[in-house]
């Protein structure tokens, strides 16, 4: 079945460190974008790209980083320099051009924690 | 300035009856779409419906059905005959133009069917 994953599911982060968040979609969609959900927030748009090697910030992408080097892969970078990262994180891609209903299709996200 | 308000942050419903869940959006794009997600807490995002700006009919999915009033920029989410598995956070989202790649979101409104 086509769709959106993301691993891990729940990813521990110490103090100064980096980690990656993966996201990979096999619905050969051109878009894809990271958001990040705080406890009874809506949704922020960190990162997205159009197109592989090629991405944009979003609202809130410091202390973030990206890459797109293949069309199904769009893993996510939190860096220490992100002071407050726990957060919900969710990947979503889509066909481009979006026209009229094409909305974003959501993978299941990964839940951050800082210990 | 915010663009999507949701302006209810918790809604209970008995089942079996309708609810209306407000959102209003703030835009000068002539040109834009507005979108229904909703997120069990399991987390992932589930699209509903859909309505684009141009759109002489309110759009109806099932038991969705979104009250778009144009001049009063709203556009409410309307659920009939509430079930229990309707219970889940549900956000209103923006794209502006006809073609944009980014979603805006509320902040979401929570809702509790009760039995």
């Known amino acids: 079945d086509g769709g959106i994953t993301q691993s891990p599911k729940y990813l521990f982060r110490k103090e100064g460190q980096n980690v990656t968040l993966s996201c990979e979609q096999n619905?050969?969609?051109?878009?894809m974008y990271w958001y990040r959900q705080d406890p009874g927030q809506g949704l922020r748009l960190i990162y997205y790209?159009?197109?592989?090697?090629?991405?944009q910030k979003g609202d809130i992408a410091e202390g973030y980083s990206v890459s797109r080097e293949k069309k199904e892969s769009f893993p996510l970078t939190v860096t220490s320099a992100q002071k407050n990262p726990t957060a919900f994180y969710l990947c979503?891609?889509?066909?481009?051009?979006?026209?009229?209903?094409?909305?974003?299709?959501f993978g299941p996200g990964t839940r951050l924690l800082v210990l | 300035a915010q663009k999507i308000t949701q302006t209810q942050p918790g809604m209970f419903v008995q089942e079996k009856e309708a609810v209306t869940l407000d959102c209003t959006y703030d835009t000068s794009d002539p040109s834009y779409g507005l979108f229904w997600y909703k997120q069990p807490s399991s987390g992932e995002m589930i699209f509903l419906i859909y309505?684009?700006?141009?759109?002489?009919q309110n759009a109806t999915e099932g038991r969705y059905s979104l009250n778009f009033q144009k001049a009063r920029k709203s556009a409410n989410l309307v659920i009939s005959a509430s079930q229990l598995g309707d219970s889940a956070m549900y956000f209103c989202a923006m794209r502006e133009g006809l073609s944009g790649n980014k979603l805006v979101f509320g902040a979401g409104t929570i809702l509790r069917v009760k039995s």
């Open positions: 790209s159009q197109i592989v090697n090629d991405f």
């Open positions: 979503a891609s889509s066909k481009l051009p979006r026209l009229g209903p094409e909305t974003q299709y």
């Open positions: 619905l050969n969609h051109d878009a």
């Open positions: 309505q684009g700006s141009y759109d002489q």
